[in-house]
């Protein structure tokens, strides 16, 4: 299960490495900093780039057993960190948002830069994680190669950035009732 650290946007790695040092090592693959990779130019030349998913936070994949722990370092953190909680109890986020950000990584803790066409108005996938996932897009930005996701996270709903790359826009050949040739 998913829980979330929040923490000061920029302290992450900061907070993260504190903690393993605290808890101990065998925690190293539970705890994660989702990152997304996008297309950029640089310098006149595309280059991939991985970027932080969510800027001031971390995702801790526990069962409730390893919950507790992690806790009370963080009560003791240096750095500006908290557990996202109702009450005094510590809860996973939805089931429904977790599922969406493992499938949006798949087996890592990035979400890949899918692929995809316009055919007319409509977003057709051809790969990556976005696959299925059309509905989702509320729109793109094809100069940023980023397509803009709204999903409810943290029980609001959000918009999340991908990396997005359009590769074709097709457009019928139909002009007053004839088709052009």
């Known amino acids: 299960m998913y829980y979330v650290i929040w923490t000061l946007t920029g302290k ?7 903690l393993l040092a605290q ?7 539970h705890i994660h900093i989702l ?6 130019k640089y310098r006149g030349e595309w280059q ?14 526990l069962d409730a057993t390893q919950v507790e722990p992690v806790r009370e370092v963080l009560r ?11 009450g005094d109890e510590l809860y996973p986020i939805h089931a429904q948002e977790e599922q969406l950000l493992r499938r949006l990584t798949g087996d890592t803790t990035n979400v890949a830069v899918s692929v995809g066409v316009i055919e007319e108005d409509k977003i057709i996938m051809r790969e990556g994680p976005l696959v299925g996932m059309e509905g989702m897009i509320k729109r793109i930005d094809r100069h940023k190669r980023m397509a803009v996701l709204e999903v ?3 029980n609001r709903v959000s918009e999340v950035k991908v990396g997005l ?8 050949p139909y002009l007053e009732g004839k088709w052009n040739e």
């Open 23 to 29: 808890i101990g090592a065998e925690y190293n693959s």
């Open 165 to 172: 790359e359009i590769v074709e826009k097709m457009e019928l």
């Open 12 to 18: 992450e790695n900061i907070v993260r490495d504190e």
């Open 48 to 61: 991939m780039r991985k970027e932080k998913l969510f800027p001031g936070y971390l995702f801790m994949d």
């Open 35 to 40: 990152t997304r990779e996008r297309k950029q």
């Open 76 to 86: 003791r953190a240096t750095e500006h960190a908290k557990v996202l909680k109702t």
């Open 152 to 154: 409810e996270l943290f």
